[in-house]
């Protein structure tokens, strides 16, 4: 059990207008992570990956500032995260400018005080290539977890453009480092016109469930939840949604739109169909605000990131009370 007061509480945006205050994600405190998070939430304004739009290292601060809309408790699964864990904004991870290699490496370490501090992480990209280091940090090599991934694109390619590290290829370096499990990895929306029939194959190859769109409409969505969940299993698992995921019609700054995708609904009853499950984290990844200066990509981004705190709130608060 954990007997720690939870003092950390969101700005209650009943009381202190949403317009007023410096700009945290989901008005959570701006804290230092030796406070004793359960839950902290990250920036990660990096695009040294993204191989053709660039500006997703802008994200994480528009992310933020839309988040401001958000309250504090899920209408439909009922969850209040700020009321289960404790949460909060640590701020950005460390990114070196120009150094593409020495920034994943201090991404990495970064998230591995996040590990050794007893906490979980709910982050905000970035371009998608951010996942990598995430997971160097909190899972540690040789230490595969499950993963869950909503996406337009596999992102398992060898290299792009003769770069082995990139947004195009994260998943494929996950599972050579084992920091990732590819037989309980889903991958939920691959759509879209393709390189080559290699794009997707690697993900088949090494016993990923692979759920194209095509699939996830013959499927149904229900069947589709029942299929990560069983994939999944009792392991520890991490949520990682590509905002590209998402139709266009719901994310217009991204770098690499995608046509007939996934809605916002489809997406968030996916995510409250994680509920239960073992989850050490999650992000959301490739907003590029300078595509969107209304904020609509962005603000869907900080709903899809408030959904995924509910699950990884949910999941913490249970192994918390069975310690």
Do not use: W
């Not at 995921?245 to 995708?261: R, Y």
């Not at 996934?262 to 073992?278: A, E, K, P, W």
């Not at 990884?312 to 918390?320: G, K």
């Amino acid at each position: 059990m954990n007997d720690r007061p939870n003092d950390l509480k969101p700005r209650d945006s009943a009381v202190i207008p949403r317009f007023s205050e410096p700009a945290t994600f989901m008005r959570a405190p701006y804290v230092d992570l030796a406070v004793g998070l359960d839950i902290a939430l990250v920036g990660v304004p990096f695009d040294l990956g993204a191989t053709n739009r660039n500006g997703q290292r802008a994200g994480p601060a528009q992310v933020r500032e839309m988040s401001r809309l958000i309250r504090q408790v899920n209408a439909s699964s009922k969850i209040a995260p700020f009321d289960l864990c404790r949460v909060g904004d640590i701020g950005d991870a460390p990114v070196r400018v120009f150094d593409l290699m020495g920034t994943l490496d201090a991404i990495a370490a970064f998230y591995g005080e996040v590990k050794n501090a007893g906490a979980a992480a709910v982050s905000a990209g970035g371009d998608h290539t951010v996942t990598l280091p995430i997971l160097r940090g909190l899972v540690g090599r040789g230490q595969p977890v499950g993963c869950v991934q909503f996406d337009a694109h596999a992102d398992t390619l060898d290299q792009l453009v003769g770069n082995r590290y990139n947004h195009a290829t994260p998943f494929r370096r996950a599972v050579e480092e084992g920091v990732i499990d590819p037989k309980r990895t889903v991958q939920i929306g691959l759509r879209g016109t393709r390189y080559s029939d290699e794009d997707i194959q690697y993900g088949y190859d090494v016993g990923m469930r692979v759920i194209t769109m095509d699939d996830y409409e013959a499927m149904g969505r229900e069947a589709v939840i029942s299929e990560t969940r069983r994939v999944l299993g009792d392991g520890p698992a991490y949520v990682t949604f590509d905002i590209d995921g998402l139709d266009p019609v719901f994310c217009p700054g991204t770098s690499a739109p995608e046509p007939g995708g996934l809605t916002m609904r489809d997406s968030q009853v996916m995510i409250r169909g994680l509920r239960g499950l073992n989850l050490i984290g999650g992000d959301v990844c490739e907003v590029l605000p300078a595509l969107d200066p209304g904020g609509h990509t962005a603000l869907n981004a900080a709903n899809l990131m408030f959904e995924i705190l509910c699950v990884v709130a949910d999941s913490v608060a249970t192994r918390r009370t069975r310690r």
